[in-house]
């Protein structure tokens, strides 16, 4: 049983494209948090949300708690944004659960 | 820059031989963590430390021990290598306050023959 699923697990889009990628949790939790693995492997957090939605350039995160559910939207994709982007559920500020990832390739 | 840095960044043991991953960041973080990563599977935590003097087990610990030399270093050991311990390790600190997300280290690779 995974507590934090993704979806799509492979996403190719071209340049330009509007992006959406989907966490649902079956967990309580305080936070949520997105992250961005690059092919190198270093990982970078994108945002923590707990309520409402969150943006920061061309990323754009929401949360519906209610649902258990969030989703991370890039506007205008770029090549360089192709990653793996890695949703965590909170639970308690040292419990996370971590879904398996979302491989995101955006073609020129 | 500040950051998490994780050394080494890639290591090949032989079954039984022991060895330290090392972890040091230098933005005042209390929280610390040790995580590994596999092909199909999300982040594991194998250790955390919650504040310097404290070491807590995450879902995956066996086979692992910790160290939190201090509030900077967070020090994890395989005392006798095991193949199915091959995989990516991940060092992250986590701060307080408004931004409460992580920071990770680049990652060691480590294979175990």
């Known amino acids: 049983k995974n507590e934090v699923e993704q979806s799509p697990q492979n996403l190719t889009a071209q340049e330009g494209e509007f992006i959406t990628i989907n966490c649902s949790y079956s967990v309580g939790i305080s936070a949520l948090h997105w992250l961005q693995q690059h092919p190198g492997g270093g990982i970078v957090s994108l945002f923590m949300?707990?309520?409402g939605k969150k943006k920061h350039g061309r990323l754009i995160a929401t949360i519906n708690i209610q649902e258990k559910h969030s989703s991370l939207h890039i506007t205008a994709s770029h090549p360089r944004d192709s990653a793996v982007y890695i949703c965590a559920a909170d639970q308690s500020g040292n419990q996370f659960y971590f879904g398996t990832g979302t491989s995101l390739t955006v073609i020129p | 820059n500040a950051g998490v840095t994780q050394t080494p960044k890639f290591q090949v043991l032989k079954t039984g031989q022991s060895m330290t991953l090392q972890c040091a960041q230098d933005m005042n973080h209390n929280s610390m963590y040790w995580y590994r990563q596999d092909p199909g599977m999300g982040l594991r935590l194998i250790y955390y430390s919650a504040s310097e003097g404290t070491t807590d087990k995450g879902e995956v610990p066996n086979g692992y021990n910790v160290s939190r030399l201090n509030k900077r270093e967070f020090s994890l050991r395989l005392e006798s290598a095991a193949p199915s311990q091959t995989s990516v390790y991940f060092c992250?600190?986590?701060?307080?306050?408004?931004?409460?997300?992580?920071?990770f280290g680049s990652g060691t690779r480590l294979t175990v023959v």
């Open positions: 949300l707990s309520s």
């Open positions: 992250a600190s986590r701060g307080t306050g408004d931004f409460y997300g992580y920071t």
